[in-house]
């Protein structure tokens, strides 16, 4: 089934821009090239992958398929292609990383060293959710990935650059603020704010606290850990978080962390990589300069 790569990107421009005439325009070409284009890849795949009954370049399940891999191929053909142009210059590198809202606080200092060595190389951190940082890695959308776990896929590896620890976090003025640190049947009689995105911490401590027969009173969800930390600082409730998460709110005074004797929760921060992947010389400096 020999497949022109050009098809595949008309195709993923059809189902990305959700129509022949809009992706005529992206790829600088006629709407009749544009439909030609796609008849002969589906001459070719023996199957129609746009469902002619839209108007706007709904794919079938057929073409659904199809695009997952023409997208994996296209970002392969990009990736091969910035390869060669960093051999002759490697002033004009990038490397694209993707991290959560805790696990790029890590990132930081280890950028800041980065781009005290390679000034001139691009670096581009895109947010995600930590559940899908591995497939986006696997799928060649970013170079490395940083976790909090060991990433469950052959086909990954993964790097140990730092670690973290679970705190319970008060306000300066909270009973328990002058405290080093409590235990979890002390906790049940306090308002917890919880970020409302699940993760395996989040279970180890509900689990830790129904193992103790004590009730954890989420009594408020956040989207994010900046609302968290400035929530718990007004006294409005108390939260469990790492560390890191609220390095300078703790250097500041505006929170303060008290240890749970029951949590000793590490948390490993791990960047993962593509095993046996040819990563960019950018990457590849980063990994050195995360080792560093």
Do not use: W
């Amino acid at each position: 089934m020999p497949i022109d790569i050009s098809q595949l990107e008309v195709l993923v421009a059809v189902a990305q821009e959700r129509g022949f005439s809009r992706a005529a325009e992206r790829l600088h070409r006629t709407q009749p090239a544009i439909s030609q284009s796609i008849r002969r890849l589906e001459q070719e795949v023996g199957e129609a992958v746009i469902d002619r009954s839209s108007k706007d370049g709904t794919l079938t399940a057929a073409g659904a398929v199809l695009v997952e891999y023409a997208v994996q191929m296209l970002n392969l053909r990009r990736e091969a292609a910035d390869a060669i142009r960093e051999l002759a210059d490697f002033q004009r590198g990038k490397v694209t990383i993707s991290a959560n809202e805790y696990t790029v606080m890590h990132l930081l200092p280890i950028i800041d060293r980065y781009r005290a060595r390679h000034p001139h190389i691009k670096i581009e951190v895109k947010r995600s959710l930590g559940s899908r940082i591995p497939s986006e890695v696997l799928g060649r959308d970013v170079d490395l990935g940083m976790v909090t776990y060991p990433p469950n896929h052959p086909a990954l590896k993964s790097q140990p650059v730092g670690s973290d620890e679970l705190a319970l976090f008060v306000a300066p003025s909270h009973p328990l603020a002058g405290r080093a640190d409590v235990s979890v049947r002390e906790l049940g009689v306090e308002s917890f704010i919880a970020h409302n995105v699940r993760s395996p911490y989040r279970e180890r401590v509900i689990e830790t606290f129904r193992k103790h027969k004590t009730p954890l009173n989420i009594a408020m969800e956040l989207p994010t850990l900046e609302s968290i930390k400035r929530t718990v600082a007004t006294g409005a409730g108390v939260a469990l978080m790492p560390k890191l998460a609220a390095r300078l709110e703790l250097e500041r005074g505006d929170v303060v962390a008290v240890a749970v004797r029951e949590m000793k929760f590490e948390r490993k921060l791990l960047l993962i990589s593509r095993k046996g992947a040819k990563l960019s010389h950018a990457a590849k400096a980063f990994l050195t300069c995360a080792r560093g």
